[in-house]
């Protein structure tokens, strides 16, 4: 069974510095990797993910991740910190069979960006 | 596209009273998903659809809560009879079965039961 794990409950940055949000995965075989990001009092809102191919995949508003298979990890990260871009982050992991498969998320971590 | 539509937005109900929650997916997508969020739980996976029948309807937590899809551009969530324990944010969210499967998630539902 696939698992994704988000060590970090919050990460605090200053505006202008980077930013990284971590995320490992568990799955059989190759990986689906998403990021989700929800504001509050919204939907979560596709970011960016990983299918195949090159392990830095870029996405909406400046945000990037890198795929590190050896290591099993997805973070997330963007080079230059706004504060609104506080939100709630979400990964997402599902194994890359072919057909159907679900999605499981992550616990969230909640990233606050002081100006 | 106006992406995925719940309603309501807000609902406050006592316990005992029956909850429907709505959603319209996104056109052309064949799967749809009902998540709830809590605080405690995070976001599970309650159920999923895939061209209006229910595939995996095992993180529905009891009876009291039930799903139907009639067709391709509804879904409703029912809680019959609702406790204080339901209370949570509900979404739904949708895709097209195909490739990647990047889901699109409504504004969410959220649900008070007093």
């Known amino acids: 069974a696939q698992s994704v794990a988000q060590p970090e409950d919050q990460v605090n940055v200053a505006e202008g510095n980077p930013l990284t949000v971590k995320c490992t995965y568990s799955v059989s075989g190759n990986p689906y990797l998403f990021w989700y990001v929800q504001y509050p009092n919204r939907g979560l809102q596709f970011l960016l993910k990983y299918i195949t191919g090159d392990n830095l995949v870029k996405g909406s508003y400046g945000f990037e991740a890198e795929f590190n298979k050896s290591q099993t990890s997805f973070h997330l990260k963007k080079p230059s910190a706004l504060v609104s871009d506080s939100a709630l982050y979400f990964c997402?992991?599902?194994?890359?069979?072919?057909?159907?498969?679900?999605?499981?998320f992550g616990t969230g971590t909640r990233l606050l960006v002081s100006p | 596209d106006a992406g995925v539509i719940q309603s309501p937005r807000h609902e406050v109900t006592e316990m005992g009273q029956e909850v429907t929650l709505r959603c319209k997916p996104i056109s052309g997508h064949d799967y749809l998903f009902w998540y709830r969020q809590t605080m405690m739980r995070g976001l599970e996976l309650l159920i999923y659809f895939n061209n209006n029948v229910p595939i995996d309807d095992s993180g529905m937590p009891e009876d009291r809560f039930s799903a139907k899809m009639p067709n391709a551009s509804f879904s409703t969530l029912k809680i019959q009879p609702s406790e204080p324990r339901d209370s949570a944010v509900y979404f739904c969210?949708?895709?097209?079965?195909?490739?990647?499967?990047?889901?699109?998630f409504g504004p969410g539902t959220r649900l008070t039961v007093l």
């Open positions: 997402a992991v599902r194994a890359g069979n072919t057909g159907f498969q679900k999605l499981v």
């Open positions: 969210a949708s895709t097209r079965g195909v490739g990647a499967d990047t889901q699109y």
